[in-house]
Each structure stands twice: as C-alpha cells, then as structure tokens.
C-alpha cells in the first residue's frame, strides 16, 4: 500500500510514518507542503491513499488535492487531518477527515471507512 503523506507537523508525520510505515509495511511518502509535494511531481505516481493536513499554509489541503486532480493524480481516498473540527465551508470540499490527536483505533476506523477491503492490515 502507498500512501502519500502531505503534514506540517514533524511529530505527527513521524507518528504515521511509525504505525503505517514500520508496523504496518505501508510505502509511506511524506511532503511537509503541498508545495514540496506539486514541486516534486514529475516521476511519481498516484498513490493508494493520501493522508493530507486540511489546514497548510499557503496551500490547503483541498487546494492541493484539486491541483493533484487536475494534472491527472486522481481516483484515490482522500483522509484529511486536521487539529480543530472543519468548518462548514471545509465540509463541502472534503470527504472524510480526522481530528488530531486521534488514537491508533480511530485511525484504523477511519482507514477501514476509507479503503474498505483494500485494507491490508
């Protein structure tokens, strides 16, 4: 499973990067900046998952997966992170989402939500 991580914050990234990467055998690929990540395109491909901060400056969360969708990287689940609950405007461009911090079980129900039967752990 490739999951492609796009989070601001180094401990979070780091705690993700342990259960799903380490524990889990996940190919987990982080960007600090949706920038960083549209900047680094070229060669990758769409991964199975993305797991993206709702909330990054100066590009947000559903600003980068929009790009993402128009240069082609789409038909993947989207599970946005955020540190405080989605406004209502924010409602309306996502589909799914966690609030941080969140346990280990409420990103795994979140996760089997998301991949259903492709989830491999």
Same mark, same amino acid.
């Given at each position: 499973?490739?999951?492609?991580?796009?989070?601001?914050?180094?401990?979070?990234?780091?705690? #993700?990067?342990?259960?799903?990467?380490?524990?889990?055998?996940?190919?987990?690929?982080?960007?600090?900046?949706? =920038?960083?990540?549209?900047?680094?395109?070229?060669?990758?491909?769409?991964p199975d998952l993305?797991?993206?901060? #709702?909330?990054?400056?100066?590009?947000?969360?559903?600003? #980068?997966?929009?790009?993402?969708?128009?240069?082609?990287?789409?038909?993947?689940?989207?599970?946005?992170?955020?540190?405080?609950?989605?406004?209502?405007?924010?409602?309306?461009?996502?589909?799914?989402?966690?609030?941080?911090?969140?346990?280990?079980?409420?990103?795994? =129900?979140?996760?089997?939500?998301? #991949?259903?039967?492709?989830?491999?752990?």
């Amino acid at each position: 499973m490739r999951v492609l991580l796009v989070e601001d914050d180094a401990d979070m990234v780091e705690m #993700l990067r342990l259960i799903l990467g380490e524990l889990a055998g996940w190919d987990v690929e982080s960007y600090q900046s949706g =920038e960083v990540l549209l900047d680094s395109l070229a060669g990758l491909r769409p991964p199975d998952l993305g797991l993206v901060d #709702l909330n990054m400056d100066p590009v947000s969360g559903p600003d #980068l997966v929009r790009q993402l969708t128009e240069r082609g990287w789409k038909d993947f689940p989207i599970l946005y992170l955020t540190g405080q609950p989605p406004t209502s405007a924010d409602l309306l461009l996502v589909e799914g989402w966690i609030q941080k911090p969140f346990t280990y079980d409420e990103l795994m =129900e979140q996760l089997r939500e998301k #991949l259903g039967d492709r989830l491999p752990i």
